[in-house]
């Protein structure tokens, strides 16, 4: 067993990423080395921020406990509202924006398979896969 305190363990070290363009800030608790066949991380998306994410190398799901914000199907144009209580999952590698809201946004996220901790997204919004 271990136990991740997120002040002390990540804020300021290399598990917390910051988006290229600042839009989010992502802290990662379990990683691959972990060996857990999955990673945890919460995400704080910026409001008035757009995220484009195209996971085509791993499934994810998400569940926001604070803030809100949109996510926009790209393959379909539906537009669904993200808030305290909402879970959505890209189990289809699904191509999309992500839109932070009115105040922040704050995720947490489950990556399959788990990333190594350092990914961050490139120009088409995919994580690179890890060997």
């Known amino acids: ?10 804020i300021g070290t290399q598990k917390e990423v910051h988006a290229k363009e600042g839009q989010w800030t992502s802290r990662r608790m379990v ?4 060996n857990m066949g999955f990673s945890f991380h919460e995400t704080i998306i910026k409001a008035g921020t757009k995220t484009h994410i195209h996971y085509q190398n791993h499934l994810e799901a998400v569940y926001c406990v604070a803030g ?6 790209l393959a379909t144009g539906e537009v669904h509202d993200i808030h305290d209580g909402i ?7 699904d191509d999309h924006n992500l839109y932070g809201g009115t105040e922040d946004m704050r995720l947490i996220c489950v990556f399959n398979p788990p990333i190594k ?10 994580y690179p896969l890890e060997d």
């Open 1 to 10: 067993m271990f136990i991740v305190d997120v002040n002390k363990d990540i």
């Open 87 to 93: 879970m959505y999952a890209l189990d289809n590698h």
């Open 31 to 34: 990683l691959k080395d972990d």
């Open 68 to 73: 809100n914000g949109k996510i926009e199907d």
């Open 117 to 126: 901790g350092t990914e961050n997204h490139d120009e088409n919004g995919v």
